[in-house]
């Protein structure tokens, strides 16, 4: 199965910057099928990108996403309070689907 | 919009069957192209995909857990369930539902699920304990 590692653990950053995540493969995925979500406390991921760089409806421009084969990144480009929280990437190229341990974004 | 919404039992002693279902509404799961899941997360801890189904009732299961799980669906109803046979303590997590981003037609023709996640149902803790 596809191994994802998210790096760092933790970051921790003030409102108004900005915040890279990363996300590495195992192996390549295919055709790009990499998705990333945000998870706040006691709530359910919400999709953010899908297909590496697509935001999903609704998702704030201020997300984007980068990267093929085995090394993604997700931006975020001015924090925003309500950004704190923790971010998911997710293979579905390959099954079974795997995610990543998650990066927190915490508040400096 | 679409919903989904997770119900079942809380609390299941070791060695008994976890039991679940989703269900679905502001939209139909018996539409084509459209795969549904389960996926879980133990307490600080990261997610897991369990297996999806399509409303045909063709399954797929991660795996590691291949062994002690079975998914169905009820169309009848709009709803898709989870059973996990056997559980320990390791078991307990929330459970969430969701519904795959898409689908593809292999080589053969057969639909197979591509399965990104949305929406989320809202999740259910289920913990496993005497």
């Known amino acids: 199965e596809i191994v994802l590692t998210q790096s760092p653990g933790t970051l921790s950053l003030s409102p108004g910057e900005r915040a890279t995540l990363s996300c590495r493969a195992s192996?390549?995925?295919?055709?790009?099928?990499l998705a990333w979500y945000q998870q706040k406390p006691g709530q359910a991921p919400r999709l953010l990108i899908y297909?590496?760089?697509t935001r999903a409806t609704g998702i704030p421009d201020r997300f984007s996403g980068s990267g093929s084969g085995t090394d993604f990144i997700l931006t975020i480009r001015r924090l925003d309070p309500e950004d704190f929280a923790v971010y998911h990437c997710?293979?579905?190229?390959?099954?079974?689907?795997?995610f990543g341990q998650g990066t927190k974004v915490e508040i400096k | 919009q679409l919903q989904l919404q997770e119900s079942g039992p809380g609390l299941v002693k070791p060695s008994e069957t976890l039991s679940l279902t989703c269900t679905v509404s502001?939209?139909?799961?018996?539409?084509?192209?459209?795969?549904w899941g389960w996926i879980r997360q133990p307490p600080g801890k990261g997610l897991e995909w369990i297996g999806s189904?399509?409303?045909?009732?063709?399954?797929y299961y991660t795996p590691s857990l291949k062994s002690r799980v079975t998914i169905s669906v009820d169309t009848s109803n709009n709803q898709f369930s989870l059973k996990l046979s056997s559980v320990t303590a390791a078991d307990t997590a929330v459970y969430y539902c969701?519904?795959?981003?898409?689908?593809?037609?292999?080589?053969?023709?057969?639909?197979?699920?591509?399965?990104?996640?949305?929406?989320w149902g809202q999740g259910t803790l289920v913990t496993v304990s005497s």
């Open positions: 969701a519904r795959c981003l898409r689908s593809y037609y292999d080589s053969s023709g057969s639909e197979k699920p591509r399965c990104g996640f949305d929406p």
């Open positions: 502001s939209g139909s799961i018996s539409i084509s192209n459209y795969y």
């Open positions: 189904i399509y409303y045909s009732g063709d399954t």
């Open positions: 192996e390549p995925v295919s055709s790009s099928y």
């Open positions: 297909g590496a760089s």
């Open positions: 997710q293979q579905y190229a390959t099954s079974p689907w795997t």
